[in-house]
Nanobody, 115 residues
Framework: QAQLVESGGGLVQPGGSLRLSCVAS????????MGWARQAPGKQRELVAS???????NYADSVKGRFTISRDNAKNTVYLQMNSLKPDDTAVYYC?????????WGQGTQVTVSS
């Protein structure tokens, strides 16, 4: 069964940092592009960062320069380093694996930015 498991969320003050991790089952990593999306209450889910099989990254304008996505193929893990966090970054963050018509989601991890 394909599985994505996120961790690393929590409560952080504005200006702080967090690193999210997502561990994927073996077959669900090396052959898939990976991404992080977030969904705040009352808003649509938005993709904030992605990394292709070949390592090319892309970011939403709202997080560019503050967030960094990376992948460790040996550990079947994708990371999202989040710096200079703002209250508007508060959301549930989801890991995504996708290729062609296949898409898989993790269960999500809550990130709250508040003083």
């Amino acid at each position: 069964q394909a599985q994505l498991v996120e961790s690393g969320g929590g409560l952080v003050q504005p200006g702080g940092s967090l690193r999210l991790s997502c561990v994927a089952s073996g077959r669900l990593f090396s052959g898939y592009h990976m991404g992080w999306a977030r969904q705040a209450p009352g808003k649509q889910r938005e993709l904030v960062a992605s990394i292709t099989i070949g390592g090319t990254t892309n970011y939403a304008d709202s997080v560019k320069g503050r967030f960094t996505i990376s992948r460790d193929n040996a550990k079947n893990t994708v990371y999202l380093q989040m710096n200079s966090l703002k209250p508007d970054d508060t959301a549930v963050y989801y890991c995504k694996a996708y290729y062609l018509l296949e898409t898989y989601w993790g269960q999500g991890t809550q990130v709250t930015v508040s003083s």
